[in-house]
């Protein structure tokens, strides 16, 4: 287990009413810990954290980029936002997808908003590409049909 004494340095001194906050709650904190950047904080007193790993593929002699994403609580006296990035630890079961809570900011990504903006662009040429797919493959099978 994590002891809370080296948690309660970072995180401001008010009182949390919150039972889940790792620092003025009873929540038991485990091994298991990450890094990574808080790329949605929508949902109420919740975050998803992404980080990226790089895993080697022995046939081809090279590296592919891998991401994990999981959601963790975050408490209010904490309060990640988008582009901050944190460390997360383990926890019991909070919910039906959270096991793992927000301990501490640990700062800034860099140029964190440009990022997510690239990722929308290709989202959106990707569904252009396919809506227009989707119109040629349909008029070519009109085209056929009235041929018959």
């Given amino acids: 287990m994590m002891e809370k004494t080296a948690l309660k340095e970072k995180v401001s001194s008010e009182v949390c009413p919150e039972k889940f906050c ?9 091994k298991k810990h990450f890094e990574g950047i808080v ?3 929508k949902m109420q007193k919740t975050v998803v954290v992404e980080w990226v790993t790089q895993a080697f593929i ?3 002699e090279r590296y592919e980029k891998r991401r994990s994403r999981i959601k963790a609580h975050n408490p209010g006296c904490i309060g990640a936002k988008e582009g901050d990035v944190v460390r997360i630890v383990e926890t019991r ?3 039906k997808t959270k096991n793992f809570v927000v301990v501490s900011i640990l700062g800034k990504e860099k140029a964190f908003s ?4 690239l990722r929308e662009e290709a989202k959106q040429k990707k569904e252009e590409v396919e809506e227009e797919n989707d119109a040629s493959s349909q008029s070519k099978s009109d085209e056929s049909a009235a041929s018959r």
């Fill in 93 to 95: 079961p909070l919910s």
């Fill in 58 to 60: 022995p046939k081809f």
């Fill in 39 to 41: 790329i949605r904080a």
């Fill in 22 to 30: 790792p620092v003025h709650g009873k929540v038991a904190l485990k």
């Fill in 114 to 117: 440009q990022k997510m903006e």
